[in-house]
């Protein structure tokens, strides 16, 4: 077992570029391994299939390949992170001081976790790394977490705490429709919270910062 790798970090591709960028320097030396979404890339693929109806299979493959595109991007402008293509990369990155971001599709095709499925994404792959690793998870993306819809609907209200059975009721949120499942099924929680202000993913995962004044979501899955 891996355990030199305290979090999986899922940076979400509507981070990207900037903020994905910056949020991974920002995690240097802080014991984590992240993944990257698939971004525009991913959404274009989705597009495209909602046009060609695609076989769920090769739909489901290109998108994780667009995980691996916008992880080399990032990884190209961030110093102190080097790609990792499978867990024991990753803990071998990871010793030597720098961030391993992780490349999915290799690990993803030997593991075969998953039903090819648009309810499959970023958010539900990094949740079966973390498993794998025995790590904890946080879900990073552009909102502050779970709202009661979107959050830019009328009457929409943020949720700072959250059972993953009651999440299985929600039709969409700012996390995939597989995650509460699995979080069910691991028996883990997870937060989901607003990279574009890096200081808030520290203060979840760094014990010496006792800042939580902003807000974030937790999922209950245990």
């Not at 890339?41 to 667009?66: G, P």
């Not at 969409?172 to 808030?200: A, H, K, Q, W």
Request: include cysteine; proline fraction near 3%; hydrophobic fraction near 40%.
């Amino acid at each position: 077992m891996i355990d030199i790798i305290k979090q999986v970090v899922k940076i979400g591709g509507s981070l990207f570029p900037d903020y994905a960028i910056k949020l991974t320097e920002k995690l240097q030396n802080t014991n984590s391994l992240i993944v990257l979404g698939g971004g525009e890339f991913a959404n274009l693929i989705r597009k495209y299939d909602s046009q060609q109806d695609f076989s769920a299979k090769v739909t489901h493959y290109t998108a994780i390949e667009c995980m691996d595109i916008i992880s080399k991007l990032v990884c190209d402008k961030v110093e102190s992170a080097k790609l990792a293509y499978s867990l024991k990369d990753a803990e071998e990155i990871s010793k030597n001081n720098l961030t391993p971001i992780f490349i999915v599709s290799d690990f993803l095709k030997k593991q075969d976790p998953f039903e090819c499925s648009w309810d499959v994404t970023s958010d539900s792959i990094a949740a079966y790394v973390a498993h794998s690793l025995n790590a904890n998870l946080l879900i990073v993306t552009n909102v502050n977490g779970i709202y009661t819809r979107e959050p830019s609907k009328k009457g929409s209200r943020f949720i700072s705490k959250i059972d993953a059975k009651k999440l299985l009721t929600f039709k969409e949120s700012s996390i995939d429709l597989m995650l509460p499942s699995l979080l069910i099924e691991f028996g883990t929680n997870c937060y989901v919270v607003n990279g574009m202000y890096p200081e808030r993913v520290l203060s979840l995962i760094d014990d010496n910062i006792n800042d939580y004044n902003f807000d974030y979501t937790l999922i209950i899955g245990d």
